[in-house]
């Protein structure tokens, strides 16, 4: 027997995750109208299809800028997508805002994804790690990996695709950009940005 589902939890959910009403539904009755399992399967789902399209061509897409309260700081920021039929669309203008406002928001942020960090700011990194007195007594082994995970949590530090999102802490900038990949059904990238600092 299908579970019966109140159309109020699908709208919910609905504007909870983007994904579509009928998909929603389904969600819904797979975790017997459990709300936080739902949105789970949702994302696990959505993200499946959106890894599908990131190797897709992104060349429309809009650039925004953000301009922090009391004038100090200032973001512009390039978001791609496929088509110029997305980049109207008012979900898309709001996703291209909400990444700007991340950016304002995340000082350490220099890049955009950990590929883009040049090499030499990982060998920095590395030998600052190196330095440190409580990895003396450490084997040669268990040093390297305690420095290669100190240094991939500094370089994720300055990636924007690894923060988590300023409106939803439970995702990152990474999911949530897969979660509109899924939801527009088109490849979607940031592209470039450029933070301003007044006095710097």
Known sequence: MTLEISSILVKEL????GAGMMNCKKALQETNGNFDEAIKTLRQK????????????AIEGLVNSYIHTGGKIGVLVEVNCETDFVARREEFQELVKNIAMQIAASPEVLYVKTDDIPEETFFAEKEIELKKNDLINKSNDIKDQIILGRVQKTLKRLSLIDQQFIRDPNITVEELIKEKISLFGENIKIKRFTRYILGS
């Open 46 to 57: 959505g993200l499946a299809s959106a890894d599908k399209k990131v190797d897709r061509k």
């Open 14 to 17: 609905r504007e909870k995750t």
